[in-house]
């Protein structure tokens, strides 16, 4: 990409934020956020590369979730699929834990970067990696991104992928100019009984899709309070200067799949609410931690219209005591599913439609005949990887290598990754402004209206 455009985006982005989010949110006087100098065209829509017989993998990030993902590619290293031929993380327990474990699964060891933030620049200047993963803190993914691309690296990022709408325009501009593969790791999209659902839908058991709910609902106050857990604490520091969704694409990437977002309809424009925050702070107050006041509310409930008319729920709530759920709930013409645990319901008119979920038998009939194929090919592997979040991590990165090896296009590409992740700031900017309506920009220029097939539902 040509430095010149590149200060353009940015100079038109400082406009954009030199803009109070109260400003940028009322409809009614300023929609300034929505003007952006860099004219997306869509252009990594079904983005293909060569094939790489084995993919180079760098990896940032080595912490809770770095050394899950590293795990994942025992199969792919045995098979000579993919090696990980260098690390980075500031901390040396972790490296060295990770290099241990690397020891066991392929012969050579990796470079290690460390000692500096900024080590990572050196491992994205290398020449032999392929693809660089990203597994760090939330505010540290579009920098790292943008200068893999800029380093002609393909890209797999944690989620979400940007956590500003400056953000989100430079990674697409960044993705287009150099034509690489820019993709987030919303593993959610990979797990069993999302696929499962995306095959019926696909098949037409659901019939038309008009509503769905997605969730993150995860008690996280003692791995937010635990001065040990996360790095530098660097989580709970969002709660306390934020009040929107901070981490919707668990729920909203396996919805946006069952609804054709980007592949025939596309967001037009959400509202978004917090509840009072009380439940952090009970609990920080009662382990008497340095963090006290929070802005951000236990529950956020978020609505989505497409411009198909479509509606979805999102919510995020990571303060409140309770077991976990990302919802999961899909309302069709013909049937309906709701999660955890998983009941699927079947339009019957012979029985005046009913109101029952299906019996045991009856829904292990579905199972079994919709199951993705995908899991079935791996069942085995799956087994064997059950450490990442019972198998869908595995399969996530599994994909990856796989399409880079076969030179296809990635099953979540910069366009998704974005738009899933722009959920954050709009959700922000409506629940400043008593949730008003927030327009969502195109991301896609245009090209959500070309329907087509998820790429998850291909079968490599
Ligand atoms: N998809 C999932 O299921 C899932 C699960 C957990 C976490 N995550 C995501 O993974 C990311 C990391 O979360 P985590 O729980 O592993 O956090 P963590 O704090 O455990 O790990 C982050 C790691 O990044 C390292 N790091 C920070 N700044 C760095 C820099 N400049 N250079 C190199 N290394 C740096 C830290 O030393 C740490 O080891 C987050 O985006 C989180 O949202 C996703």
């Not at 990409?1 to 985006?9: G, Q, S, V, Y």
């Not at 596309?266 to 009970?282: A, D, G, K, T, Y």
Request: charged letters at 25%; glycine letters at 6%.
């Amino acid at each position: 990409m040509k430095r010149k455009d590149f200060l353009k985006i940015s100079a038109s982005a400082a406009i954009f934020l030199g803009i109070s989010p109260k400003a940028m949110a009322n409809p009614d006087n300023n929609l300034d956020y929505l003007n952006n100098d860099y004219k997306n065209d869509g252009s990594c829509f079904g983005l293909k590369h060569e094939s790489i017989s084995k993919v180079k993998v760098g990896i940032i990030g080595l912490g809770n979730r770095g050394s899950v993902l590293i795990q994942m590619f025992d199969y792919l290293i045995k098979h000579n699929l993919s090696e990980i031929v260098a690390l980075c993380d500031l901390n040396d327990d972790s490296i060295n834990k990770n290099l241990k474990y690397l020891k066991t699964i392929q012969e050579h060891t990796p470079e290690v970067y460390r000692g500096s933030v900024d080590s990572w620049k050196e491992l994205v200047k290398r020449d032999d990696i392929d693809l660089v993963i990203v597994a760090t803190p939330w505010d540290t993914h579009t920098e790292m991104c943008i200068s893999s691309m800029q380093n002609d690296k393909h890209v797999a990022c944690e989620v979400p992928i940007a956590n500003n709408l400056e953000d989100c325009w430079k990674i697409i501009e960044v993705a287009e100019s150099t034509k690489k593969h820019c993709m987030m790791m919303e593993n959610c999209c990979f797990n069993n009984e999302e696929l499962w659902l995306l095959s019926m839908i696909d098949k037409g058991v659901f019939g038309n899709v008009n509503h769905a709910e997605g969730a993150y609902i995860h008690d996280l106050r003692k791995h937010m309070l635990d001065d040990s857990y996360y790095h530098n604490q660097w989580r709970i520091k969002h709660h306390q200067t934020r009040n929107g969704n901070l981490y919707p694409t668990h729920g909203l990437g396996p919805v946006c799949s069952y609804m054709d977002i980007g592949r025939g309809d596309n967001f037009n424009h959400l509202v978004s609410m917090s509840s009072n925050e009380e439940s952090l702070s009970i609990a920080s107050k009662s382990i008497d931690s340095d963090f006290k006041k929070f802005s951000c509310g236990d529950m956020n409930t978020t609505l989505i219209k497409t411009n198909l008319g479509k509606t979805i729920k999102l919510q995020f709530d990571v303060h409140t005591g309770r077991p976990y759920t990302r919802l999961n709930n899909v309302n069709g013409t013909k049937a309906s599913h709701q999660g955890y645990p998983s009941k699927l319901f079947i339009n019957n008119p012979e029985l005046q439609w009913g109101h029952s979920w299906l019996n045991k038998e009856e829904y292990k009939k579905y199972r079994d005949l919709y199951n993705h194929p995908l899991w079935d090919k791996m069942e085995n592997e799956i087994s064997k990887n059950q450490v990442g979040h019972g198998g869908m991590d595995f399969v996530m990165i599994y994909r990856i290598i796989r399409c880079l090896n076969k030179g296809l296009p990635l099953d979540i590409n910069v366009y998704d990754s974005v738009m899933w992740s722009s959920i954050i700031p709009f959700s922000e900017m409506s629940v400043l402004n008593q949730s008003k309506t927030i327009k969502i920009p195109d991301f896609t220029g245009g090209s959500w209206k070309n329907s087509r097939k998820s790429e998850l539902l291909r079968v490599i």
